[in-house]
């Protein structure tokens, strides 16, 4: 038996409104070390074909035990949302699925011609835009390439996003029947004014049943994103649509601040400032919200991310097998990522590479036979020794020296003096502890992560960086 999962769960720490708001400062969410707006054009598709010859050989000596995780993107949406920052494609034409099946496809050959063989997969993300724009046919075809250009491990995690305007309990029951065994439902809000301020109208009655039908088909975790931030949204409406969530005991919860960036994102120039709330409005309902969850039984697993005990999620949480990569904090081991599709990232080795963020890019590139890789970036040494060490920080809470060390060849007192300098202020706050031979998280600072990681961030040494992420809380 393993024991770890028996041991008491320690009190849960007051987080005062004081606190959440000293921590109210931008950052990034650290799916990625060094963060993807450092990727740099002078990586393409060269270096990226180098990064998956030197993957192979890896693989080879290892005797084919590496297995991949896939992400796929598919950007196409009916209609847009005015909150979203996503790479999207709107559009009513559901005819253009069938070209971009078709770059998706040349897209995979060409990568199993670079590691000549079909690789393990052992975990598969659809994401988007919306990734049920397609149909159901479409889907089974996109499945099929799948299997066809990949070995997908008997007990493979395999999850998609789900707009739940566009799918209903037979089209859910024909994801089952497709080997998905994960669900991610966009809710937002259930708030009838805030979801027309946002442009996203959808019946609380129609996602309940489709919740509902999900659990009945076997899904073995459905979880449910929610935004706080949004226009018209009050501390109390957000908790009306906390409670109703969490009355549907969905095994994970996801709750994202919103981040109003217009000169960035052209579909919030679409959204009327003056309808946000307030920032201490903001702070209060993320108060609310980490009370309402905890009290409803919900872990909190770090980074937005709640999920019931018994998920796979805070099982890992717990026994210490957290891994974090682009979709977010997930159980799989460090893997290697393939991105597909157009703007996905990959992460291969030392190196991340980007796939054209324009469609038209996109479609072409392949079209000529080539890998469609936009940018990226070669990660030097230090770059390596910081992104363990916020990963550790990110997933377990803590980072011990002598694993750094040994695995990096450096002193870490000397190598991060500063660093160790800076963290004395967050252990006076009480999210930190350091100890003789390891930094560690205390069960408050479990809910800074990002501020704590922020520290051992090289690239946040001007404010002006800092201003292009969203905010921490």
Known sequence: MDMTTLSPTPPEPDITEGLLSAMDVSGPRYTSYPTADRFVDAFGESQHRQAWWSRSQRVGSLGGSLPLSVYIHIPFCESVCYYCACNKVVTRRHERGTAYLNALETEMRLHVVELSSRPSVSQIHLGGGSPTFLSDVELTR???????????????????????????????????????????????????????????????????????????????????????????????????????????????????????????????????????????????????????LRTQGYSYIGMDHFALPSDELATARRQGRLHRN??????????????????????VGPTYSQNHKSLEAYLDTLKQGHLPIKRGLTLTHDDLVRRAVIMALMCQGRFDFESIELAYLIDVRGYFQSELAQLVQLADQGLVSIESDAVQVTPLGRYFLRAVAMVFDRQLQHEQTRARFSRVV
């Open 326 to 347: 682009f979709q977010g904090y997930t159980t799989q081991a460090d893997n290697d990522l393939l991105g597909l599709g157009v703007s996905a990232i990959s992460r």
């Open 142 to 292: 996109l499945m099929r390439s799948v299997r066809e250009h990949f070995v997908i491990h008997p007990d493979a995690e395999i999850a998609m996003e789900v707009d739940p305007r566009t799918v209903d309990e037979s089209r859910l029951a024909h994801i089952a029947a497709l080997g998905f065994n994960r669900l991610s439902f966009g809710v937002q809000d259930f708030d009838p004014d805030v979801q027309r301020a946002v442009h996203r109208v959808q019946d609380e009655d129609m996602v309940q049943r489709l919740v509902r039908a999900a659990r009945g088909l076997g899904f073995k975790s459905i979880n449910l994103d929610l935004i706080y931030g949004l226009p018209r949204q009050t501390p109390a409406s957000v908790d009306v649509t906390l409670g109703k969530v969490s009355a549907l005991r969905p095994d994970r919860i996801a709750l994202y601040a919103y981040a109003h960036l217009p000169e960035r994102f052209k579909p919030q120039r679409r959204i009327d400032g003056s309808t946000l709330p307030s920032p201490a409005d903001k702070i209060k309902m993320l108060s609310n919200a980490i009370h309402t």
